[in-house]
T-cell receptor
């Protein structure tokens, strides 16, 4: 069964450093997302991406965050200057179709655990 | 504001007993509703979804859900729980607001006792 692949599975970084989290969505999917889950808390929406541009972002997704689909297969989340409160599990997801369509529904990756020290 | 409420933080059921996990959504128009399951240290797996049509939805692993517009609910059920069902369950609502996003509830942790 097709999978969404995320690398690395764990990343430890120092506060103020830049990190790039990588995702390879399912190949025929068109909609891409990043979510995060702080330990023990709910899954929070960060950003959605379609047709090579951000379609929606949350208030969490401030100027420190950016997303890119550099080569048609990878989908990356960059945090420019990490803060302690950025420590969380970051999940990438993709969907073949958009809301309401028959193929709408996320496939999630296994996540990247980011620890900022 | 769009929100999803899961009133039960955790539920404990005996193996073989039936299960119902509650979910209420807030969006008044036709919602796109989902249930996901997350095992410890894992990503989220889609159990089932509802967009329109038959209000009873069948999913994977023997799970089912019923959409009730009058109650703004989308409760998840399973007739007979197995120990391997112990996990965190998230109800979610998707919406096209000009962009696309899905809002998750806070989750219900299911414990299964022998």
């Amino acid at each position: 069964e097709p999978e969404v692949t995320q690398t690395p599975s764990h990343q430890v970084t120092q506060m103020g450093q830049e990190v790039i989290l990588r995702c390879v969505p399912i190949s025929n999917h068109l909609y891409f997302y990043w979510y995060r889950q702080i330990l023990g808390q709910k899954v929070e929406f960060l950003v959605s991406f379609y047709n090579n541009e951000i379609s929606e972002k949350s208030e969490i997704f401030d100027d420190q965050f950016s997303v890119e689909r550099p080569d048609g297969s990878n989908f990356t989340l960059k945090i420019r200057s990490t803060k302690l409160e950025d420590s969380a599990m970051y999940f990438c997801a993709s969907s073949e179709g958009g809301p309401g369509g028959p193929n709408y529904g996320y496939t999630f990756g296994s996540g990247t655990r980011l620890t900022v020290v | 504001a769009q929100s999803v409420t899961q009133p039960d933080i955790h539920i404990t059921v005996s193996e073989g007993a039936s299960l119902e996990l509650r979910c209420n959504y807030s969006y008044g128009a036709t919602p796109y509703l989902f249930w996901y399951v997350q095992s410890p240290g894992q990503g989220l797996q889609l159990l089932l979804k509802y967009f329109s049509g038959d209000t009873q939805v069948q999913g994977i692993k023997g799970f089912e859900a019923e959409f009730k517009r009058s109650q703004s609910s989308f409760n998840l059920r399973k007739p007979s729980v197995h120990w391997s069902d112990a996990a965190e369950y998230f109800c979610a609502e998707g919406r096209n607001t000009g962009g696309f996003k899905t809002i998750f509830g806070a989750g219900t942790r299911l414990f299964v006792k022998a």
